[in-house]
C-alpha cells in the first residue's frame, strides 16, 4: 500500500497522527509538502516593477526560506509518524500538485482546514474540496481538532 500524507503547516500534526493510526506498518508512506509559488513570484514582480531587475532579488531570499520551512516542517513531520517515510516539498498550484502526487498513491490522507468549529461542506476550504473531489485514490479526511457537537 502507497499512503500520501499531505503535510500543512496548521494541520500537519492530525493527519501523521491519523498516518501513524491508521496506516499498516509495511506501508510506502510518502509526506508531502506544496509551498504555494504565488508569493515568490508576486515579491520577484514587485522587485523587478519597482526597483528595476538586479542580479538577486528579494524573492531569491524568499524561495530559500520558503524551502528551509519546508524541509524542516516535513523532517517535524518525519519524526512524529515515528517510521521511515520518503519526503517530497514542491511548489506550485497547492491543490494540483497534491492531485498529481496521489495518482501514485493508493491512500491520500489530509486534514480539514476551514471551519473546525462545526461539521459540514464548510470544514474544507477551497483547497482541502479541490483536492478531495479530484483525488485518485481513497481519501481519508481527518479532524485537525474535535468539533463542535
Known sequence: MRVLVWIVEETWRATVAA????VPADADVTLLHVRASDAETVARG???????????????SLDAISEQ?????????????????ALDARSGRIEREVVVAAGAADLLVLARDEDRAHR??????????????HAPCAVLLVWPDAPSG
Open 120 to 133: 459540514g461542506p464548510r470544514s474544507l476550504g477551497h483547497t482541502a474540496r479541490y483536492v478531495v473531489d
Open 69 to 85: 520551512g519546508a524541509r524542516e516542517l516535513l523532517a517535524d513531520a518525519q519524526a512524529a509518524l515515528g517510521r521511515q517515510a
Open 46 to 60: 514587485a522587485r523587478d516593477a519597482l526597483l528595476g531587475r538586479s542580479r538577486r532579488s528579494a524573492a531569491d
Open 19 to 22: 498516518a501513524a493510526a491508521f
